[in-house]
């Protein structure tokens, strides 16, 4: 009994340890032909950064600038310059990463905003001066992948680092740097090496929706 039990013992090991080594040889073929390089370009709306330089809302009106030097003046604030809406060219956010598990890919991106806002002369309301500002921010940002299909992919992602706005105002020039938090809850990509992608987020930089294309290898 001893050397049979011996032998189907070997043989049990053996079978283990070609499956095991099997599915380890396969699963390293499939990963290592899995594309690995990510690089995607998107849009967003109105950057968030914005409401907290100036204390507004998403898609709001500025207040009306009847006093901008606290002078205090009546016929100032009577008759002073006044503001129009905020308008925004959107966010432009260019992204590269790798992916190294199924489920996790660290990336870096970039995202550029320009923004502009007419001022009106008091007493005729004709535009006389127009005040830019521009918002870079860079980030790194791990995502994480629930769902990792041939053809579709959904994910969440969360980046923080750092958004760097310039103000431009009849000449005059103002830097702020604040702290650049973006949360993205749900995405959805669906493509293999070229893919177009959506994603529901909320932080500095956009509230609501972004979308884009990308092309991985």
């Given at each position: 009994?001893?050397?049979?039990?011996?032998?189907?013992?070997v043989?049990?090991?053996?079978?283990?340890?070609?499956?095991?080594?099997?599915?380890?040889v396969?699963?390293?073929n499939?990963?290592?032909?899995?594309?690995?390089?990510?690089?995607?370009?998107?849009?967003s709306?109105?950057?968030?950064?914005?409401?907290i330089?100036?204390?507004?809302l998403?898609?709001?009106?500025?207040?009306?600038?009847?006093?901008?030097?606290?002078?205090?003046?009546?016929?100032?604030?009577?008759?002073?310059?006044?503001?129009?809406?905020?308008?925004?060219?959107?966010n432009?956010?260019?992204?590269?990463?790798?992916?190294?598990?199924?489920w996790?890919?660290?990336?870096?991106?970039?995202?550029?905003?320009?923004?502009?806002?007419n001022?009106?002369?008091?007493?005729?309301?004709?535009?006389?001066d127009?005040?830019?500002?521009?918002?870079v921010?860079?980030?790194?940002?791990v995502?994480?992948?629930?769902?990792?299909?041939?053809?579709?992919q959904m994910?969440g992602?969360?980046?923080?680092?750092?958004?760097?706005?310039?103000?431009?105002?009849?000449?005059f020039?103002?830097y702020e740097?604040?702290?650049h938090v973006?949360?993205?809850?749900?995405g959805i990509s669906?493509?293999?090496?070229?893919?177009?992608?959506?994603?529901?987020?909320?932080g500095?930089?956009f509230?609501?929706?972004?979308?884009g294309?990308g092309?991985?290898f």
């Amino acid at each position: 009994m001893k050397p049979y039990f011996n032998y189907t013992l070997v043989v049990m090991l053996s079978v283990m340890a070609t499956l095991f080594f099997g599915q380890n040889v396969s699963a390293y073929n499939n990963l290592r032909h899995e594309p690995r390089v990510e690089f995607r370009t998107g849009i967003s709306g109105y950057p968030f950064i914005c409401n907290i330089v100036t204390d507004q809302l998403p898609f709001a009106k500025y207040d009306i600038d009847r006093d901008p030097m606290n002078r205090g003046d009546l016929l100032y604030g009577l008759y002073g310059d006044s503001r129009g809406d905020v308008m925004s060219g959107g966010n432009f956010h260019l992204a590269a990463g790798y992916r190294f598990k199924g489920w996790f890919t660290l990336s870096g991106y970039l995202m550029y905003n320009q923004m502009w806002q007419n001022v009106y002369e008091g007493t005729t309301g004709a535009a006389v001066d127009t005040k830019w500002s521009h918002v870079v921010a860079i980030s790194p940002e791990v995502k994480f992948t629930f769902l990792n299909k041939r053809y579709v992919q959904m994910y969440g992602s969360l980046a923080a680092g750092l958004s760097f706005y310039k103000d431009d105002e009849a000449g005059f020039m103002d830097y702020e740097i604040y702290p650049h938090v973006q949360v993205v809850p749900f995405g959805i990509s669906v493509g293999r090496r070229f893919f177009g992608f959506t994603e529901l987020g909320c932080g500095t930089e956009f509230m609501g929706m972004r979308a884009g294309l990308g092309i991985r290898f």
